[in-house]
């Protein structure tokens, strides 16, 4: 369609979209005459046909359920696996230090701190001299 002119293109392009959209309304309005007349001539069939439809929906969402909790249920198991391997390489705090070596540390972060009055600082007196 090079040798076309651009509004003939167009107006191509208009038609197919035109085309397409009625096939499409055409299909619609046929299943709705034929669902509307099927529910006059034989509702038990139609019946029949609805409730296969619905428990393929139904079966398709039991499995979805299934699938998610198999994907969690292996989730978890590697989760413990690791938990398990962590714990093994003593890198988790069920591992951490007891009581008794924590009031060890504790010492050593007291010694840091200063009571005030005997630090290096309140050697010097106000009036930047020290007192002996």
Same mark, same amino acid.
């Given at each position: 369609m090079s040798h076309v002119s651009i509004s003939r293109s167009y107006t191509v392009l208009l038609g197919l979209e035109a085309y397409v959209k009625t096939r499409k309304r055409g299909k619609r309005f046929m299943r709705k005459l034929v669902h509307g007349k099927d529910k006059i001539l034989s509702p038990e069939e139609l019946a029949k046909r609805e409730e296969a439809a619905r428990d393929k929906s139904e079966s398709s969402a039991k499995e979805a359920r299934f699938l998610e909790m198999k994907r969690e249920a292996e989730e978890k198991d590697k989760e413990n696996y690791n938990s398990r391997l962590l714990e093994k390489l003593?890198? /988790?705090?069920?591992h951490?230090? /007891?009581h008794e070596s924590g009031e060890i540390g504790q010492r050593e972060t007291d010694s840091d701190v200063q009571v005030s009055g005997t630090g290096p600082e309140n050697a010097i007196a106000p009036e930047g001299k020290r007192s002996e």
């Open positions: 003593h890198l /988790t705090r069920s951490a230090p /007891t």
